[in-house]
């Protein structure tokens, strides 16, 4: 992976960023950018432990001082179908395209191991459909549901709405 992206921090200052595979010790930065929008009811609050248990399914978008300014997941349902989950950037980080660049990095894992459909359950329908996703009814990924749906609090009332791409 290892992707540079670069954005204007400021007008006479560049910001190098750079999306990456994540290590275990990126964890705990990523459980601090998922808690601080699930403390505000916008992603489901994760914690370090449950996160270093699945490094390997995420990349982390990261700033020239290496702090991480966002990160995603894939998670993998069937040799056909994966999620994209814990998508996160942090405030002073969006609309630099970090984003769209760990969707990217996603897409292309999930065309690496043969995934031919990805989805993602979100509250930014559009950013989605920017890179590429339409939306779909929910009850199209019956293993999400029965792996993650049916035991989360806010199944009764989700607001998130499903997205899904072709590779």
């Known amino acids: 992976m ?3 992206l670069s954005r204007s921090g400021s007008a006479d200052a560049a910001v190098r960023l750079q999306a990456r595979a994540a290590r275990p010790a ?3 930065q990523v459980a601090e950018l998922i808690n601080g929008f699930a ?4 992603m489901l609050p994760r914690v370090p432990e449950q996160l270093v248990r699945h490094f390997r399914e995420f990349v982390v978008a ?16 069937t040799a056909q179908l994966a999620e ?3 998508l996160a950037v942090d405030e002073s980080a969006q609309g630099s395209g970090v984003g769209r660049m760990i969707v990217q990095l996603l897409r292309e894992e999930a065309r690496a191991i043969g995934v031919g459909t990805i989805f993602a359950l979100t509250l930014q329908e559009l950013f989605f459909h920017r890179l590429g996703f ?6 199209l990924f019956p293993p999400k549901v029965w792996a ?5 609090a806010d199944r009764d009332a989700c607001a998130e709405i499903a997205v899904v791409t072709e590779l």
């Open 2 to 4: 290892g992707l540079p």
């Open 84 to 86: 994209v989950v814990a």
């Open 39 to 42: 403390a505000r009811g916008l």
């Open 148 to 152: 993650d749906c049916r035991t989360c």
């Open 134 to 139: 339409r939306t779909v009814p929910k009850e």
């Open 26 to 28: 990126d964890m705990r």
């Open 62 to 77: 990261t700033d020239a001082e290496g702090r991480v300014v966002g990160c995603g997941a894939l998670r993998v349902y």
